[in-house]
């Protein structure tokens, strides 16, 4: 199983941004999508994740400001990032497992390589 991310970006505190995640190779099997995200000297914590059935998770710093979406064919899964705030920067990634959604990075299978948010205020 591969992620790959895209989407990051510079925006200034207020504006809106979109990531996206492919996943590709053998992911019939994989049942989460989730995005993390890391900001210097902080640990990696989970922003948003969204299991197969639609079961949504959202950390609290993101609660009514970012959406997680998957498509159809479970492949693909998007962070609709709004009201960004300079405290929103971070290096975000994509994950993936077999399981339930989980704020633990060690309990995801594949990550992606990440993607750079940064905002200004």
């Known amino acids: 199983v591969q992620l790959a991310e895209s989407g990051g970006g510079m925006r200034q505190a207020g504006d809106s941004l979109k990531l996206s995640c492919v996943a590709s190779?053998?992911?019939?099997?994989?049942?989460?999508l989730a995005w993390f995200r890391q900001a210097p000297g902080k640990q990696r914590e989970l922003v948003a994740g969204?299991?197969?059935?639609?079961?949504?998770n959202y950390g609290d710093s993101v609660k009514g400001r970012f959406i997680i979406s998957r498509n159809n064919a479970g492949n693909m899964v998007y962070l609709q990032m709004n009201s960004l705030k300079p405290e929103d920067t971070a290096i975000y990634y994509c994950?993936?497992?077999?399981?339930?959604?989980?704020?633990?990075?060690?309990?995801?299978?594949?990550w992606g390589q990440g993607t750079q948010v940064t905002v200004s205020s």
């Open positions: 994950a993936a497992t077999y399981y339930g959604i989980s704020g633990v990075p060690a309990d995801y299978d594949y």
């Open positions: 190779g053998d992911i019939i099997s994989l049942n989460a």
């Open positions: 969204i299991t197969n059935s639609g079961i949504i």
